[in-house]
């Protein structure tokens, strides 16, 4: 599989997440990092399809224990993407396999482009 390198590990703070991939005026990705693991995940609400953050690079509950999307305030588990409560409860957002190596954060080079 071809990698497209995302950023640094460094460049992701310790149990926070950031947006990236951006195009037009959405980030593609959601990523989280916690410790030496990054989860990402499609910025697609499986309940109405729209971004998920509320402003750039705020994907997580004030605690840092999950993702939440602002508009209808899903909750997704930040390992498995699974909506544990809200509109949507039970569905998922759509991971994407992310490969860490020497520093770097890498994802899959062909991402599909949601916001065109
Ligand atoms: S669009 Fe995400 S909860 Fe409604």
Known sequence: MNLQRLCRLDELPDGGSRGLLR???DDQLCVVRQRD????????CPHEHRPL?????????????HIVCYAHSAHFDIRSGLCFAGPCTGERLVPVPVTLRDGDVWVPAVLPNLFD
């Open 37 to 44: 693991e990054v989860f990402a995940y499609l910025n697609d």
């Open 53 to 65: 953050e509320y402003r750039q690079d705020r994907f997580l509950a004030a605690d840092g224990s």
């Open 23 to 25: 195009r037009g005026g």
